[in-house]
């Protein structure tokens, strides 16, 4: 099961992400190359066969892919908390 992605949570992942888009979307082709090889391998080739902008494919799968990795954080912090 997915994480629930709250409102606070997709509010600070686009204000990181619009500060500055295409370094953002740089930053996430080396950190998910690292994190995630079969993942970063998929984003490239749905960015390659697309008829739409590579570059927007790409985006969209790494703003998801953070989305979700900041969400399923929130939630072991909640887990993993202690008085």
């Keep these: 099961m997915l994480p629930i992605i709250t409102e606070e949570i997709a509010a600070n992942t686009f204000s990181e992400i619009f500060k500055d888009m295409p370094a953002w979307r740089k ?10 090889p079969e993942i970063n ?3 490239i080739e749905a960015a390659k ?23 399923m954080n ?4 909640l887990l993993n908390f202690s008085e």
């Design 41 to 43: 391998t998929a984003i």
């Design 49 to 71: 066969n697309t008829d739409l902008d590579p570059k927007a494919v790409a985006l969209g799968a790494y703003m998801t892919y953070k989305l979700i990795e900041s969400a």
């Design 27 to 36: 930053m996430m082709i080396h950190y998910i190359k690292e994190e995630n």
């Design 74 to 77: 929130d939630d072991d912090a």
